[in-house]
């Protein structure tokens, strides 16, 4: 029994701080509706929590949305509960929609591996499981050649081969539950969001103030 009470507090403080950790499907806060333009295109990125990641990416100078999903599994009709379990063989994914006017697929593969670690296999510290898995999607060979050449580019220069991410063919984005879009934004107090996902985006800031909107420095 001596034991049981560190164990409890040491699980507790883990959920405290991990984007699992959440799962309060009472938020009943609605996402302003976005449509996208005639000319917007969409990437799909996978780098742990979508709640860090959609935050990212919607600092940079011509993405018009991120929207938090699941892709890279099997299961039908996904839930973040049901992804949880680490069985489902997806990834928490985030749609990038662009203007390619604005900022190239290029840049964004870039802002992908500048803003992750792509050598851990199943995680992304404190998140652990295949469902915080590296994966940059593709949707035409155009877009495969450019992952596939950016990931040659770091295994060479930067990690000596040790580039885990996946370059995976986009088969289905489902869009996860109406709570989690906009996540960080609408939670600014959320112990997780305080913890992890403002120093995380603090640090892609710090890295890239060339690629960031105005008033997102």
Request: charged share 25%.
């Amino acid at each position: 029994m001596k034991y049981l009470k560190p164990f409890l507090i040491l699980s507790f403080a883990f959920l405290l701080i991990s984007c699992f950790g959440f799962t309060d499907k009472k938020e009943t806060l609605k996402s302003q509706q976005y449509i996208p333009q005639e000319n917007t295109k969409v990437a799909y990125f996978a780098s742990g929590c979508f709640w860090c990641v959609e935050a990212i990416f919607e600092s940079v100078i011509g993405v018009e949305e991120a929207v938090s999903g699941y892709a890279g599994g099997t299961t039908l009709n996904p839930t973040y509960k049901k992804i949880g379990t680490g069985t489902t063989g997806h990834s928490e994914t985030v749609a990038v929609y662009y203007n390619p006017d604005k900022v190239s697929f290029e840049t964004l593969v870039t802002v992908f591996f500048g803003s992750h670690d792509p050598t851990t296999l199943n995680e992304q510290h404190p998140d652990y499981g295949s469902q915080y898995r590296s994966i940059a999607f593709y949707t035409s060979n155009e877009e495969k050649t450019i992952i596939e050449k950016a990931v040659k580019s770091l295994n060479e220069t930067v990690y000596n081969n040790k580039v885990v991410t996946e370059v995976t063919k986009l088969k289905k984005f489902y869009k996860a539950e109406e709570y989690h879009q906009d996540f960080e934004r609408r939670n600014p107090n959320q112990g997780y969001v305080k913890a992890v996902s403002v120093p995380r985006l603090n640090k892609f800031k710090k890295k890239f103030p060339g690629l960031l909107k105005k008033g997102k420095h």
